[in-house]
């Protein structure tokens, strides 16, 4: 949500004491609101995040290390100061929790009282403050992983010296707790093959993929389900939170593996996957192009593929990427890196968090998620960017109309069937229908209220669904299916095109995978 802080710099400030906590609606994973005076003793970093953000959750491996660093002598709060409407609900905080596995207090700072009261200008912003309740430094953006080791590390040092550290453990009471695990589990992506009656899940939370028929039946599970990046047959293969998926005519399946900054391939004819671009380290903040196995990727959210081209929506940097496979190079190839709406020439065009691909011929539609826009992308030799429908980083809302008109919030997936596009409009719970050509935009499917309903779609409710698909329409009279990954929900949904008509798909014989075990079992 802001360009990044140099590598460098914690800035470090003379004694100011650290204002309130207060203000906050909520308090999670602790049993009771946290006041500063009863972490006296305590080094405490405050991160400001908001949970849409892809660059506040590439900080939470750096506040992991850091927890790991100072198991006794730091605390870790997070102020969850949100942009979006729907992320001020606590319910849906409490789901963000258990997806990104966070383990340390959470303030719902849904009115951004304390936000205003530290000054915070932009997410994500950490805070340091010392023992004494002092700020001791700040940083903004992503990056800074050692400047804050190096200061902690003296605030210990000075602080040991005094005898002013207190190392009792903070008393926890996890969200996770309270949830159970499930069949599926923040499935983020869905792929359906006609061709082939296969259905493609990203069962994200148990970094694997799952594939069934179209109607359910479980053929296949991909990867141990354990975190990891590791290549190799079907049952050992590892996979972190992957996303978007693509199936080529070779039937490979080439999967954005998010959270590895990677791009895998499945091979089912060797019943292997192995990696086909990135190191697996995060990128830089628009990166270079470079040989694929040896560029580091920053957060591969969805893919498309054209001609031996894999076309890659990389979320870190706000760009689109482009993977050639024949020739091994991975490069950017249109956005500066700049997080903006600007639509032009591929070179000059800025996106923020391209989320969802769909490809029409040589036009490639861009779900934007931060913009809250849907894009038109015109191949080469165009090479231009222009938006359809929606408003801007700050302009979203749940308006239905045309062209800049449309208020959507935070879209994460696009499909594109008969001349229309679907559109997860992720945080109105809905799916949108939009026309490229007259730019108009109204409501397909969901109420607007977070829910797991059933029936007409008009009456139907969804909960922040990710990702879409079609299976197109048969000479035998089978209508054509829209595939939901509802992600909050942990389903599969499909409706019906025809009759518009929604249902849960339920995928027989699919259970969690045994290594994973961060929620009771269900």
Known sequence: MTEPASPASVAHEGPIAAPSLDGAVAWLNVAAPISLPQLRGKIVVLDFWTYGCVNCMHILRDLKTLEQRFPDELVVIGVHSPKFTNEKDTENLKRILV??????????????????RYGVQAWPTRVIIDPAGNIVGTALGEGN????????????????????????????DLERSRHADRALLYPGKVLADHASGRLFIADSNHNRIVVSSLDGKLLETIGSGLQGDNDGIFSQARFYRPQGLVLSQDNELYVADTENHQ?????????????????????????????????DLNSPWDL??????????????????????????????????EEARKDGPVNTATFAQPSGLALDGNTLYVADAEANIVRALDLPPGNMVTTIAGGDLFKFGDEDGHGDAVRLQHPLGVAVYAGRLFVADTYNHKIKMLDPESRQVTTFAGTGVAGHVDGPAKTAQFFEPGGLSVAPSTGSGQAAVLYVADTNNHAIRTIDLATKHVNTLAIEGLTPPATWSYLRPA
Do not use: C
Not at 104 to 114: M, Q, R, T, Y
Not at 306 to 325: E, N, S
């Open 99 to 116: 997806r990104y596995e966070i383990e340390h207090p959470v303030a719902n700072d849904a009115g951004h009282e304390i936000w205003r």
């Open 145 to 172: 992983l050692e400047g804050f080791i190096n200061a902690i590390r003296t605030v210990v040092r000075v602080f040991d010296e005094r005898g002013e550290i207190d190392r009792t453990p903070l008393a926890l």
């Open 263 to 295: 791009i895998r391939v499945v091979d089912f004819q060797a019943r292997a996957v192995h990696t086909v671009a990135g190191t697996g380290k995060q990128g830089a903040w628009s990166g270079e192009g470079g040989e694929a196995m040896r560029i």
């Open 304 to 337: 498309a593929l054209k001609t031996g081209i894999l076309i890659v929506a990389m979320a870190g940097p706000h760009q689109i990427w482009v993977v050639d496979l024949l020739h091994d190079r991975a490069y950017p190839y249109a956005g500066t890196g």
